[in-house]
Structures are given as structure tokens and as C-alpha cells.
């Protein structure tokens, strides 16, 4: 009989090696960073072994950071991103440290996969990666994905699944009430339906596969700038696996695996990394918390995961300060529907209740918006 996903778990000590992880994430500082050198090592002399070569998959502040440590204690690579999803800041820095670019991914008939076409072609990306893949499991029936379908609607999963009555693959139930309706015949309930599409493809399009075919072509595997810290698929595979992974069809390097987003602050001001300007300056509050006066995060300007849980002024706000032109265009000119009415991001914010159209925050007559307040500083 296949053994199912706890019978795995157990047969390759998940739960005990999770453990492990964690109480690795309370280490200080310097540990942390003699832990990353010796697993950062040990991945390269297993690569030399297995006749591998290995690159440093680079895009934000933390893998740019990454990189520099890597070059520091004398790991030596080449360096790829897709850098056009990037800002021009980090475009910037990217080529000031060598970074290589790689051209989005064609289609069959030439035709290149563009931010905008991911979107049109595939759905939003929204609320998050793993959220937003269930939601287009809902959106696509068929029979092979029965199964999880209910699973997602429901908690109760297959034999694979542990036969279980209340997993963590059902939604919860506020996105169950704007997105579970695809389900309300089959599953006997009355859940909202979005008329628009959501997608968690745009990062295989825009990043995952073209930086994949190069590093096939060059038989490399990737170092990555990945944190448990961050949450998400990312936390549970980094818990599961360790920094170091050599699986069947996928194998990377993640060095800064049980770091905290502090840990990476007080690194680049270590090695005075040069910050992409839209993160602003990093500093020291008065007790001691680093952080950037700018973004926090950055990516794909496209991108909406995590939009939900961020406070005004958020990314896109943020967007409409830099770039009016472009802020308005990912809000109302994105897609047709099929009456040929256009609409963007506008449409799904309001639908998840995040709000885009105002000034963040309530001004009072009198007030200094957030906008105003900026452009005196």
C-alpha cells in the first residue's frame, strides 16, 4: 500500500528535524552566520562531487546580500535574475555587481510571456502563492483534481492525505466566502464567485522557467536568498528541508534559511551592501530594531500576495507615488472582460476589501496627506 503523506513524514523524521530548525532560528547572530558558511560550503564541495556547477539566483536586498556574503568567504559564482521585474534601483544595483539578466520566456510561436500577458492569460496573483494555486484548482475542475478540490472546500482529504476531517488544505473561511462558489453545486454550499481569474503562475512564467532553462543549459544548481522567517510554502519546505537540499528534481542551496529579517539587515550593513534605492536607508530605531525607511519588500510591481495584510500606505500606494502612469494602469487597464470593458488590480483589491482609490489614511481638512508629506521631505 503507498504510504501516505504522515507515513512520509515520519519515515524521514520531519517533525524531529523541523524541531531542530527552530530552536536553530534562536541562535545569535554570529552563529547563524558560522552555521550559513559551513552549509554554504558543504553544498559546494556536494556539487563538485555530483559535477555540478552552481550560480547565486539573485533579486531583492536579501540575495543581494547573499551574493556579497558568498563572495566574502570566498564562494566564487556567476549571478542571474530576471531583472526586469525588478525596480530600476535594484536594475541598477544588479548591474553595478554583475548580476546577468535573463530575457523573460517565449511562448511555442516566440511570442514573450510580459508581465501584463501573465496576468491576461492566467489570472491575478493574490492573497498569496499557495492560496492563490487552490483558487485556481477551484477555477479549473477536472477529475484528476477532484480530490482536492473538496479537500480545499471541506478539510477532509484522500488516503494520501491521511484521510483527515479538518486539514489545512481547506481555506479559510473568508476566502472561502469570495472565492469557494466554483464548488456551491458539488459541495452543497453558497460561496461567492470572483469574475475575475486568479493565478499563482506569474513567477514560473516570469522568473522560475527562464532562470531554469539557463541553469539547465549550464547544468547549475542555485543558491538562494530564502528565509523561513518569511512565512508561507517557503517557511514549510525550509522547516522540512533544511538549507541544504538534494532531491530528485530539485536541488538548491538556501544559507540564510534560519535567519530573521534582522540578521539580514545587520549583514548588509556589515559588508556595506549597496541598497537599491527603494528601500530607502537601513537604520537602528531606539530600541535597537533595524529596518529600511523605504519598501520592506519589493518585487514584481504586478505582484498582490500579501497585499491583504499590508497597512496603508501599502505597495501600491507606494506605486502610485512613484509612478502615477504606471499605477493607473495596473489599477484600471490591465484586462478585458468580455464586453470588452477594461479593468486591473482596482477591481480585486475592492474585492478583497484592500483599499486603492483614496489617499491612505483618512485626511482631515487641514491635513498633509502621505503624498504631500513626502514630496516636502
Known amino acids: 500500500m503507498k504510504e501516505n503523506v504522515f507515513q512520509r513524514m515520519e519515515r524521514e523524521g520531519t517533525k524531529e528535524f523541523t524541531k531542530q530548525f527552530m530552536e536553530m532560528q534562536k541562535w545569535d547572530y554570529r552563529t547563524k552566520l558560522f ?14 562531487r555530483r559535477g555540478l556547477n552552481y550560480h547565486a539566483s539573485v533579486g531583492g536586498l536579501d540575495s543581494i546580500t547573499m551574493l556579497l556574503w558568498l563572495r566574502r568567504i570566498g564562494i ?7 531583472s526586469t521585474l525588478e525596480d530600476k534601483s535594484i536594475q541598477a544595483v544588479h548591474k553595478q555587481i ?13 511570442k514573450t510571456y510580459t508581465k501584463a500577458r501573465v496576468i491576461r492569460d492566467f489570472g491575478f496573483p493574490v492573497i498569496s502563492k499557495e492560496i492563490a494555486a487552490k ?3 477551484l477555477q479549473n475542475p477536472s477529475e484528476k483534481n477532484k480530490t482536492v478540490r473538496h479537500a480545499i472546500i471541506t478539510g477532509e482529504t484522500g488516503e494520501y492525505g491521511g484521510n483527515q476531517k479538518n486539514s489545512r488544505m481547506k481555506l479559510a473561511q473568508k476566502w472561502l466566502d469570495l472565492f469557494g462558489g466554483y464548488e456551491n453545486e458539488t459541495e452543497g454550499v453558497h460561496y ?3 469574475d475575475f481569474k486568479v493565478s499563482s503562475k506569474c513567477c514560473y512564467y516570469l522568473k522560475e522557467r527562464p532562470c531554469g532553462i539557463w541553469a539547465k543549459e549550464h547544468n547549475s544548481v542555485p543558491f538562494v536568498g530564502l528565509m523561513a522567517s518569511e512565512g508561507g510554502r517557503r517557511e514549510k519546505a525550509l522547516k522540512m528541508h533544511g538549507c541544504n537540499y538534494f532531491g530528485a528534481t530539485s536541488i538548491r542551496c538556501a544559507p540564510f534559511a534560519i535567519f530573521s529579517r534582522q540578521d539580514v539587515l545587520q549583514l548588509a550593513l556589515d559588508l556595506n551592501v549597496p541598497v537599491p534605492s527603494i528601500y530607502g536607508e537601513i537604520v537602528r530605531d531606539p530600541d535597537g530594531t533595524l529596518r529600511t525607511t523605504g519598501a520592506e519588500r519589493t518585487g514584481c510591481s504586478l505582484c498582490g500576495f500579501g497585499i491583504h495584510l499590508e497597512q496603508r500606505p501599502n505597495r501600491f500606494d507606494k506605486l502610485r507615488e512613484r509612478n502615477p502612469k504606471e499605477w493607473e494602469y495596473l489599477m484600471t487597464h ?3 472582460d468580455e464586453s470588452g470593458e477594461w479593468y486591473g488590480w482596482g477591481k480585486v483589491l475592492d474585492y478583497i476589501g484592500v483599499g486603492w482609490q483614496d489617499e491612505p489614511g483618512d485626511v482631515l481638512p487641514g491635513q498633509i496627506s502621505f503624498f504631500e508629506q513626502r514630496s516636502k521631505e
Open 35 to 48: 552555521h550559513a558558511a559551513s552549509r554554504a560550503n558543504d553544498f559546494v564541495n556536494e556539487c563538485k
Open 76 to 82: 566564487e559564482m556567476p549571478a542571474i535574475s530576471a
Open 98 to 110: 554583475g548580476v546577468v539578466n535573463i530575457p523573460p520566456l517565449k511562448d511555442k510561436d516566440g
Open 135 to 137: 483558487i485556481e484548482l
Open 192 to 194: 461567492g464567485v470572483p
Open 334 to 336: 490591465l484586462v478585458q
